[in-house]
């Protein structure tokens, strides 16, 4: 747990800001802009600034049925299921939106030192891929850390007025202030492996085409090697999505649903990772969690954790 004494919670403006655009941005386009405006913003911000709040909305979108169902094969998803669209693939709708927001003036941050630390999303009911939906991204968060910057992402999906579903992404800047490292923490309890999962060489440009995440570091060795790591790294939200499409088949997750996941050590593809899981039913509020991680197979080094609550049917 966090101590919150070093957490100092950047202030946001009272009134909120909308921006509605037209369609989905293009991605080579942000990349390029993330690029030029890396050399004009800091990866720090001042105690004492105010950040606009601001939410950008993309109104009518009809997810591409191909994209869905090529991304449940890139997954694993079982296509059981082909008519409705998988929980993790709602948060790919997103990556344009937030690749705006984050090469927008109204984010202080250097855009090309964000790394995503963790995923939550909510599902009130299953959505059917021929929905029209409305998309909206906003800012709800900003705090200041010993070891850098956590920004904080509020998604939401909605369809005909309705909200069904809910995101929240939390990305980290790292401070560029040198920091004592922390001591080792004292060994994990494993889960009970269930299954293991190859993580071939190419998992990130196969991932790239369905969701529209292209960062470099996920498609080539010599690209990773320009951001600092040794080989190309797996997305982390494929990892998550791989995760849960076991967890489907195992439990059927089909129905309302809240995942919360964390991502740890990245993944160099190729890798061979053991997916541990255990459940428990909580007969007070009718629902099944399960607790699940991800980790290197034989090292045991952990790459995801997190939990997922089902609620009961019947």
Not at 258 to 284: C, N, Q, V
């Amino acid at each position: 747990m966090k101590n919150n004494q070093n957490i100092k919670k950047v202030e946001l403006a009272d009134s909120e800001i909308i921006v509605e655009i037209k369609k989905h941005p293009s991605m080579g386009f942000i990349f390029l802009k993330a690029l030029l405006i890396s050399f004009l913003r800091s990866s720090t911000i001042a105690d004492n600034a105010v950040v606009d709040r601001t939410r950008i909305v993309l109104k009518n979108y009809t997810p591409n049925k191909d994209l869905v169902r090529n991304y449940r094969t890139v997954c694993s998803f079982s296509q059981d299921k082909k008519n409705f669209i998988p929980i993790s693939y709602l948060q790919t709708l997103f990556i344009g939106l937030l690749g705006k927001f984050i090469t927008s003036p109204f984010f202080p941050i250097n855009p090309l030192g964000l790394i995503q630390i963790s995923q939550s999303f909510k599902q009130k009911r299953p959505v059917r891929i021929d929905e029209i939906l409305d998309l909206s991204c906003a800012i709800c968060g900003i705090n200041k850390t010993q070891k850098g910057i956590e920004t904080t992402f509020a998604l939401e999906v909605k369809s005909n007025k309705e909200l069904v579903w809910q995101g929240i992404s939390t990305f980290f800047t790292r401070s560029p202030v040198k920091r004592k490292k922390t001591p080792k923490k004292k060994d994990e309890k494993f889960l009970e492996k269930k299954e293991t999962i190859f993580v071939p060489t190419g998992t990130g440009r196969r991932y790239a085409v369905v969701s529209g995440d292209y960062n470099p570091h996920h498609q080539y060795n010599i690209l990773a090697k320009l951001f600092g790591f040794k080989k190309a790294i797996a997305h982390g939200m494929w990892s998550l999505a791989r995760v849960i499409a076991s967890l489907d088949k195992e439990f059927d997750i089909h129905e309302s649903v809240k995942i919360e996941a964390s991502f740890k050590l990245p993944i160099f593809m190729p890798a061979t990772t053991a997916l541990g899981f255990e459940s428990k039913t909580d007969k007070d509020n009718q629902q099944t969690i399960i607790n699940f991680e991800l980790r290197d197979k034989q090292k045991g080094l952990p790459h995801l954790k997190g939990r997922l609550l089902n609620k009961q049917v019947g």
